[in-house]
Protein backbone atom coordinates (compact mmCIF):
# COMPACT_ATOMS: atom_id res chain seq x y z
CA UNK A 1 0.00 0.00 0.00
CA UNK A 2 2.71 2.63 0.58
CA UNK A 3 4.80 1.93 -2.42
CA UNK A 4 1.64 3.10 -4.36
CA UNK A 5 1.76 6.37 -2.42
CA UNK A 6 5.72 7.16 -3.95
CA UNK A 7 4.87 10.04 -5.69
CA UNK A 8 3.37 11.70 -2.63
CA UNK A 9 6.07 11.11 -0.51
CA UNK A 10 9.61 10.42 -2.04
CA UNK A 11 11.94 11.26 0.83
CA UNK A 12 10.87 8.78 3.22
CA UNK A 13 8.87 5.69 4.03
CA UNK A 14 8.42 3.72 7.55
CA UNK A 15 6.26 0.73 8.42
CA UNK A 16 4.76 0.11 11.69
CA UNK A 17 3.10 -2.89 12.90
CA UNK A 18 1.86 -4.50 16.18
CA UNK A 19 -0.38 -6.55 17.52
CA UNK A 20 -3.79 -6.14 14.91
CA UNK A 21 -2.75 -3.30 14.07
CA UNK A 22 0.11 -2.08 11.16
CA UNK A 23 0.65 1.43 9.71
CA UNK A 24 2.61 3.07 6.93
CA UNK A 25 3.64 6.10 5.61
CA UNK A 26 5.42 7.75 2.66
CA UNK A 27 6.85 11.77 3.65
CA UNK A 28 7.59 15.06 1.85
CA UNK A 29 10.41 16.55 4.29
CA UNK A 30 9.42 19.87 5.21
CA UNK A 31 10.02 20.32 9.28
CA UNK A 32 12.53 18.52 11.33
CA UNK A 33 14.04 16.16 8.18
CA UNK A 34 15.96 13.67 10.82
CA UNK A 35 13.57 14.11 13.73
CA UNK A 36 10.19 13.70 11.99
CA UNK A 37 10.14 10.33 10.77
CA UNK A 38 6.79 8.07 10.94
CA UNK A 39 4.95 6.11 11.86
CA UNK A 40 5.72 7.81 15.13
CA UNK A 41 5.13 6.44 18.28
CA UNK A 42 4.92 6.54 22.00
CA UNK A 43 5.78 3.71 24.15
CA UNK A 44 3.67 3.95 27.40
CA UNK A 45 2.14 1.87 30.73
CA UNK A 46 -0.04 -0.93 29.26
CA UNK A 47 0.27 -0.25 25.25
CA UNK A 48 1.80 2.09 22.38
CA UNK A 49 0.36 4.57 21.11
CA UNK A 50 1.42 4.69 17.22
CA UNK A 51 0.36 7.93 14.77
CA UNK A 52 0.54 8.46 10.80
CA UNK A 53 0.36 12.19 10.10
CA UNK A 54 -0.16 14.10 6.73
CA UNK A 55 -0.84 17.78 7.11
CA UNK A 56 0.41 20.98 8.64
CA UNK A 57 -0.62 22.66 12.57
CA UNK A 58 -0.48 26.25 12.36
CA UNK A 59 -0.63 26.68 15.84
CA UNK A 60 2.11 24.16 16.57
CA UNK A 61 3.79 26.77 18.65
CA UNK A 62 1.20 27.12 21.65
CA UNK A 63 -0.15 23.00 21.10
CA UNK A 64 3.66 22.83 21.99
CA UNK A 65 3.65 24.95 24.80
CA UNK A 66 0.66 24.16 26.52
CA UNK A 67 1.67 20.67 26.46
CA UNK A 68 5.06 21.38 27.59
CA UNK A 69 3.05 23.02 30.36
CA UNK A 70 1.60 19.80 31.29
CA UNK A 71 4.62 17.90 31.24
CA UNK A 72 5.32 16.45 28.20
CA UNK A 73 8.87 15.85 26.93
CA UNK A 74 9.49 16.89 23.47
CA UNK A 75 12.67 14.79 21.69
CA UNK A 76 11.54 16.57 17.84
CA UNK A 77 10.90 19.47 16.55
CA UNK A 78 7.68 18.40 14.36
CA UNK A 79 4.04 18.70 14.23
CA UNK A 80 3.94 14.99 13.84
CA UNK A 81 4.53 14.81 17.67
CA UNK A 82 2.75 17.96 19.06
CA UNK A 83 -0.40 15.73 17.44
CA UNK A 84 0.75 12.69 19.07
CA UNK A 85 1.29 13.78 22.68
CA UNK A 86 -2.37 15.97 21.75
CA UNK A 87 -3.66 12.71 21.75
CA UNK A 88 -1.91 11.27 24.63
CA UNK A 89 -3.08 14.53 26.77
CA UNK A 90 -6.71 14.95 24.99
CA UNK A 91 -7.59 11.58 23.05
CA UNK A 92 -9.99 12.46 20.03
CA UNK A 93 -10.24 16.34 21.44
CA UNK A 94 -7.16 17.05 20.29
CA UNK A 95 -8.61 17.60 17.09
CA UNK A 96 -10.51 20.25 18.26
CA UNK A 97 -7.60 22.07 18.98
CA UNK A 98 -5.65 21.89 16.22
CA UNK A 99 -5.60 24.62 13.52
CA UNK A 100 -4.41 23.67 10.21
CA UNK A 101 -5.25 21.05 7.80
CA UNK A 102 -5.16 17.51 8.54
CA UNK A 103 -5.39 14.00 8.56
CA UNK A 104 -3.96 11.35 10.46
CA UNK A 105 -4.47 7.97 12.06
CA UNK A 106 -3.96 6.81 15.91
CA UNK A 107 -3.75 3.43 16.98
CA UNK A 108 -4.03 3.19 20.68
CA UNK A 109 -2.48 -0.14 22.24
CA UNK A 110 -4.02 0.62 25.59
CA UNK A 111 -7.57 0.33 24.11
CA UNK A 112 -6.62 -1.53 20.86
CA UNK A 113 -8.51 1.33 19.20
CA UNK A 114 -7.84 3.09 15.80
CA UNK A 115 -9.24 6.52 15.25
CA UNK A 116 -9.42 8.12 11.62
CA UNK A 117 -9.76 12.18 11.57
CA UNK A 118 -9.54 14.56 8.76
CA UNK A 119 -10.05 18.22 9.22
CA UNK A 120 -12.86 20.34 8.81
CA UNK A 121 -12.48 21.44 5.35
CA UNK A 122 -11.38 18.05 4.01
CA UNK A 123 -8.24 19.62 2.31
CA UNK A 124 -6.47 16.69 3.34
CA UNK A 125 -8.10 13.73 1.63
CA UNK A 126 -8.35 10.24 3.92
CA UNK A 127 -10.39 7.30 2.42
CA UNK A 128 -11.37 4.31 4.47
CA UNK A 129 -12.54 0.54 3.41
CA UNK A 130 -14.21 -1.83 6.18
CA UNK A 131 -13.24 -5.29 5.58
CA UNK A 132 -14.33 -8.70 7.85
CA UNK A 133 -11.33 -8.19 9.91
CA UNK A 134 -11.20 -4.49 10.46
CA UNK A 135 -10.56 -1.30 8.37
CA UNK A 136 -7.95 -0.06 5.35
CA UNK A 137 -7.18 3.55 4.72
CA UNK A 138 -5.23 5.94 3.05
CA UNK A 139 -4.78 9.36 1.26
CA UNK A 140 -5.49 7.87 -1.76
CA UNK A 141 -7.95 5.25 -2.79
CA UNK A 142 -5.23 3.73 -5.02
CA UNK A 143 -3.62 2.56 -1.66
CA UNK A 144 -6.64 0.83 -0.56
CA UNK A 145 -7.09 -0.77 -3.03
CA UNK A 146 -3.57 -2.26 -3.54
CA UNK A 147 -4.35 -4.52 -0.56
CA UNK A 148 -6.21 -7.81 -1.76
CA UNK A 149 -8.52 -7.22 1.27
CA UNK A 150 -10.35 -4.32 -0.78
CA UNK A 151 -13.03 -5.81 -3.00
CA UNK A 152 -13.61 -3.90 -6.30
CA UNK A 153 -17.20 -3.77 -7.36
CA UNK A 154 -18.42 -1.55 -10.57
CA UNK A 155 -21.83 0.05 -9.33
CA UNK A 156 -24.95 -1.51 -11.47
CA UNK A 157 -25.76 2.25 -12.28
CA UNK A 158 -22.38 3.60 -13.20
CA UNK A 159 -22.35 6.86 -15.31
CA UNK A 160 -22.06 6.51 -19.32
CA UNK A 161 -19.96 9.64 -19.38
CA UNK A 162 -17.40 11.14 -17.51
CA UNK A 163 -18.00 13.30 -15.01
CA UNK A 164 -15.63 15.68 -13.53
CA UNK A 165 -13.38 15.33 -9.91
CA UNK A 166 -15.61 16.22 -6.99
CA UNK A 167 -13.65 18.01 -4.12
CA UNK A 168 -13.27 16.00 -1.42
CA UNK A 169 -14.22 18.90 0.91
CA UNK A 170 -17.60 18.25 3.50
CA UNK A 171 -20.32 20.63 3.33
CA UNK A 172 -20.75 23.56 5.67
CA UNK A 173 -17.44 23.05 7.14
CA UNK A 174 -17.30 19.47 8.60
CA UNK A 175 -15.04 17.71 10.30
CA UNK A 176 -14.77 13.74 10.44
CA UNK A 177 -14.06 11.30 12.98
CA UNK A 178 -13.42 7.57 12.19
CA UNK A 179 -13.16 4.99 14.96
CA UNK A 180 -12.44 1.34 15.03
CA UNK A 181 -12.58 -1.02 17.91
CA UNK A 182 -12.98 -5.03 17.50
CA UNK A 183 -15.35 -5.01 14.20
CA UNK A 184 -17.49 -1.63 14.80
CA UNK A 185 -17.11 0.83 13.41
CA UNK A 186 -18.06 4.51 14.35
CA UNK A 187 -18.18 7.61 12.56
CA UNK A 188 -18.67 11.12 13.40
CA UNK A 189 -19.10 14.56 11.78
CA UNK A 190 -18.73 18.00 13.95
CA UNK A 191 -19.47 21.41 11.88
CA UNK A 192 -18.05 24.37 12.67
CA UNK A 193 -18.18 26.88 14.75
CA UNK A 194 -19.64 24.86 17.44
CA UNK A 195 -22.09 22.29 15.92
CA UNK A 196 -21.33 18.38 16.60
CA UNK A 197 -23.00 15.91 13.78
CA UNK A 198 -24.76 12.49 15.80
CA UNK A 199 -22.52 9.76 15.80
CA UNK A 200 -23.16 6.99 13.62
CA UNK A 201 -22.31 3.28 14.26
CA UNK A 202 -22.24 -0.16 12.11
CA UNK A 203 -21.23 -3.36 12.96
CA UNK A 204 -18.90 -4.82 10.25
CA UNK A 205 -19.76 -7.97 8.35
Known amino acids: MTETMG ?12 GPAGLGHRRLLIIDLPGG ?18 GEA ?12 RGH ?5 SDTEVVLRGH ?10 VNG ?6 WDGRTDRLVLIRDRMGIKPLYYHPTPDGVL ?13 ARRRVASRAPTRPRRARSTRSPSGTRRRISWRG ?22 P
Not at 88 to 97: H, I, K, M, P
Not at 137 to 149: Q, T, V, Y
Not at 189 to 201: A, H, K, M, Y
Open 37 to 54: RQPMTAAIPHGTVALVYS
Open 7 to 18: CCGPDDRGVWAE
Open 73 to 77: RFTTD
Open 137 to 149: FGSESKAILANPL
Open 183 to 204: RTTRSSTSSTPNGSGRPRTATL
Open 88 to 97: LEWGDAVAER
Open 58 to 69: YNLTELRGELTT
Open 101 to 106: MYAFAV
